[in-house]
């Protein structure tokens, strides 16, 4: 099939790319004339394991092309994909749907015969709606569906994730439309996964569910992380507990300083504004995003609790984006500590194996290092804030050498207190003794 993905982020370039390796002839557009001429040249923007393979095989098998122009593109498609950028409104919480809106009406004059618009984007119930309305007042004769699909990528593991998913969502009112994607998505028969056909508004609140309840879910178990502190009882072992129960499951019970990216963030918030406004509030997910909020900026107190007054003192901070295997700094949680650290007086160094590009744009007062041992060279305190391979079986004798204090505060729980109490080391972590 002719499928043109508006938007090469995240989403998009992964989306692209896989749909490509399915056998698609892919185009991706992007208004972002230098990323566009970066991708042709066989440069990948963002960090995410196998991108680069993927996208490269794809491009020499001319199945994936790149454009900065939706008019060479758009009339020969059978399906157009918005996947662009909805973050956050900053005056009032919900989703900023501006560049959604842009889309639906650039493409609206270049639709010919019958095409598929399909919002990849994550968005509020009704975008779908809207979308729609705004194609047909631009071009009241184009024959078109728009649709629903959003997506369920894990950074980190976004290829698997599209070409191994646990269900694909399809929200759609169309029955042309419907076939459209089913033959779109038919390469996945071979694994039989589940392609969940909803009405558009359920498949739209669909992904604002699932996220609320996976955050939802690390907000809780970070709070009995400090229940469990208190009473002496290991977070650890409580997860692994309630999480042999199939109701529950074990994914998403890791203690940590809080959760960020590009989705849960964002998605809780446009959540709870959404049910709001809809005259059913959602408070358990209100309570969450507060819950998050407070122990992200809660983090830097538990550094300070360690080493005492950190006027003069050094923090290395190993690990800066918000999760492993992804470049991303989005709402990382140290976005909230390096800044906190140096207004108590501490110098900061850091070290990220992929995001210190990144976090250089987005932080001032940091020393960015070349690698663990580097950023741990006379530190008065090493903190963990991301669980990177590369930083669980750390040579721990080297690292208290290079320390001017072997403190340790592992706040991703990826070390045993005794392997490196016997070090020699103070050691704190996230719910265990």
Same mark, same amino acid.
């Given at each position: ?14 989306? !692209? %790319?896989?749909?490509? $390796? @399915? ?5 991706? =557009?992007?208004?972002?004339? *230098?990323?566009? &001429? #970066? ?116 950074? !980190? %593991?976004?290829?698997? $994730? @599209? ?5 694909? =969502?399809?929200?759609?009112? *169309?029955?042309? &439309? #419907? ?255």
């Amino acid at each position: 099939m002719r499928v043109a993905m508006i938007g090469t982020g995240y989403v998009g370039l992964v989306s !692209g %790319a896989c749909l490509a $390796d @399915f056998g698609h002839s892919v185009v991706c =557009v992007d208004k972002d004339q *230098d990323k566009i &001429a #970066r991708l042709k040249a066989g440069e990948i923007p963002i960090f995410e394991p196998g991108l680069e393979e993927l996208v490269q095989a794809n491009v020499k098998g001319g199945r994936l092309s790149f454009s900065t122009d939706p008019a060479e593109v758009v009339g020969d498609c059978d399906a157009v994909f918005i996947a662009v950028g909805t973050p956050t409104r900053e005056e009032d919480g919900h989703a900023d749907l501006s560049y959604v809106h842009a889309v639906a009406r650039e493409i609206a004059p270049l639709l010919r015969d019958f095409t598929v618009v399909v919002n990849k984007s994550t968005v509020p119930v009704g975008t779908g709606d809207v979308v729609d309305g705004l194609i047909r007042e631009t071009n009241p004769g184009a024959d078109f569906a728009v649709v629903s699909n959003p997506e369920f990528l894990r950074e !980190g %593991a976004a290829i698997d $994730d @599209f070409k191994r998913p646990d269900r694909v =969502v399809i929200g759609v009112e *169309d029955d042309r &439309a #419907r076939q459209v994607m089913a033959d779109l998505y038919r390469p996945l028969d071979v694994t039989a996964t589940p392609i969940v056909m909803v009405g558009r508004r359920t498949s739209e609140l669909i992904k604002y569910a699932a996220n609320g309840f996976l955050a939802m879910k690390i907000a809780f178990i970070n709070e009995v992380a400090d229940l469990c502190e208190k009473v002496g009882a290991d977070v650890q072992q409580v997860a692994y507990g309630i999480g042999l129960d199939k109701r529950i499951g074990p994914r998403f019970l890791m203690a940590g300083p809080g959760y960020g990216g590009s989705c849960f963030l964002k998605d809780t918030l446009a959540l709870t504004r959404t049910a709001q406004e809809a005259g059913a509030p959602i408070s358990l997910i209100e309570a969450t995003v507060e819950s998050n909020a407070n122990r992200k900026k809660s983090m830097a107190g538990r550094v300070s609790a360690m080493t005492g007054d950190l006027k003069g003192k050094t923090v290395a901070l190993l690990g800066l984006t918000f999760k492993p295997n992804t470049d991303d700094m989005r709402d990382a949680p140290s976005l909230d500590m390096a800044p906190a650290l140096i207004a108590m007086g501490a110098r900061v160094q850091a070290y990220d194996p992929e995001g210190m590009e990144e976090a250089a744009r987005l932080m001032s007062g940091v020393e960015f290092r070349d690698g663990p041992y580097d950023a741990v060279q006379g530190a008065d305190a090493v903190v963990i804030l991301t669980e990177w391979d590369q930083f669980r079986a750390l040579d721990l004798d080297r690292v208290k050498m290079l320390m001017n204090r072997p403190l340790m505060i592992d706040l991703r729980n990826v070390y045993r207190p005794e392997d490196v109490r016997v070090r020699g080391f103070t050691y704190a972590s996230i719910g265990r003794g």
